[in-house]
């Protein structure tokens, strides 16, 4: 069989390395430059690629065609590929083809990393031999190349799921939807969601699908949609018979028997990391997983780099890097986690935001605006008439200085940019990173805790 991968990421090369030790033929194909160190691998495994161009009729040629998540769906190949019905897979159906570890699969518009690497956290600590893959870590088809692990836990996105057959995860967690990405969905938020309901569309009635029933798109779709694997819901606002939701100042999840847990004991704060560690309790106790190792796990996860992420407290002021935050609707929750006066660094390339979301939190818990991007225009305008501290900046240096200047003791600074990276950094680990270093850079260390 000859297999083509277009893209030269941890995705496409995960892919290829699986495909060789399958023993095919394999051609992988990346428009762009390939890093040196994805170059060096497929030296080193004897992979034909090429660079910087697509062969079509290399291309047009394969039997079965695994496009990595990064290559958009519109561009002609693509359309070509289509044309022809070669098959065309994700990474993460092609690898799934040759594993049969059990699958515990997530996605959302917001909190799938955290969630993802939460339940990861949870297997790992009651001794699961347990792989984490999909968009975080390391390639799922590279581990099921070279690990053998009995469970993965694997971060989805849409662009994933809109190249599936066959994939069928034993445990899928739908966690939130909002409007994100539209653009490669016809700026259509109903087309966009079905995609992500796509996780469930193979599941048969001994898999598991947990959902948020607090989600109105999700509710919405699900009167139309046959969902036939076991649905077990999650809700922060309503008391439920079965599934996970809040009591008072607990987090409760009814599934056989009883798991509560008060709140300020877990180690992720925020009503959405509630309602993530209700989802993630509840893949827990599918798993047998005991009410005490769960407990344990909740209590000693450490938060995800570039989410909510707490650098340092410098003379009483906080610094919090949400540099994840690409949408307004995470930036949303992060708003809504401050307890503090925030000042709060938002900016960078927009991507058709509509900032009414967030425009209540804005007025009761943000002390003073600093934009950071090439063109602030858009977000000036809309907040000039709703805070009278706005500020401009263009670099990250600068917009630490400002905020610097601008915070007092007992307030927060949030790096939570509700865009995406792509004006001056590289992308939002590269903006997270240089805001941490920015923010400890020339503090003193005494006042730094």
Request: net charge negative.
């Amino acid at each position: 069989m000859k297999i083509v991968i277009l893209g030269a990421g941890e995705s496409g090369v995960g892919a290829a390395i699986l495909a060789k030790k399958k023993g095919m033929e394999v051609f992988l194909s990346d428009k762009g430059t390939i890093k040196d160190e994805y170059r060096k691998i497929l030296d080193e495994s004897g992979i034909e690629y090429e660079e910087g161009k697509h062969d079509e009729a290399q291309i047009l040629g394969a039997d079965w065609i695994v496009k990595s998540p990064g290559v958009p769906k519109k561009v002609e190949i693509i359309q070509k590929i289509h044309q022809k019905g070669i098959r065309l897979s994700s990474e993460i159906e092609f690898a799934s083809e040759f594993t049969n570890a059990k699958i515990i699969a997530i996605t959302g518009s917001n909190g799938k990393t955290t969630t993802t690497s939460l339940i990861y956290h949870i297997l790992k600590n009651d001794g699961f031999n347990v792989g984490l893959g999909g968009n975080i870590g390391k390639s799922f088809a590279r581990q099921v190349a070279e690990e053998n692990f009995d469970y993965y836990v694997l971060e989805v996105s849409s662009f994933q799921l809109d190249d599936i057959q066959n994939f069928r995860p034993y445990i899928s967690l739908l966690l939130n939807l909002s409007k994100d990405h539209l653009d490669q969905y016809n700026y259509n938020y109903e087309e966009y969601a079905l995609a992500k309901f796509r996780i469930a569309e193979n599941q048969e009635n001994d898999n598991f699908f947990i959902y948020n029933k607090d989600d109105e798109m999700s509710m919405n779709l699900l009167e139309k949609l046959e969902i036939k694997a076991k649905m077990i819901p999650f809700s922060t606002k309503i008391k439920l018979n079965e599934g996970g939701f809040v009591e008072g100042e607990s987090i409760d999840v009814k599934w056989e028997d009883e798991f509560i847990m008060k709140i300020d004991e877990l180690s992720l704060v925020g009503n959405h990391n509630v309602a993530n560690s209700l989802a993630a309790s509840i893949a827990g106790k599918l798993l047998n997983i005991s009410n005490e190792s769960i407990r344990h796990s909740l209590m000693n996860f450490h938060a995800v780099e570039h989410r909510l992420e707490k650098v340092a407290t410098i003379g009483g002021v906080n610094f919090i890097n949400d540099s994840k935050a690409t949408n307004v609707n995470a930036c949303y929750y992060a708003l809504e986690s401050m307890k503090q006066p925030t000042i709060w660094i938002v900016g960078g390339t927009d991507k058709g935001n509509d900032y009414t979301e967030i425009e209540d939190l804005v007025k009761k818990k943000v002390k003073a605006i600093v934009c950071l991007g090439i063109d602030n225009q858009k977000i000036i305008d809309f907040f000039k008439d709703k805070k009278e501290l706005i500020y401009s900046t263009s670099s990250m240096e600068q917009a630490v200085r400002v905020s610097k200047s601008l915070a007092e003791s007992g307030d927060t600074v949030l790096l939570s940019p509700c865009c995406a990276s792509f004006d001056l950094f590289k992308n939002y680990e590269d903006r997270g990173r240089q805001f941490k270093e920015e923010v400890l850079k020339s503090a003193d260390p005494k006042i730094i805790n």
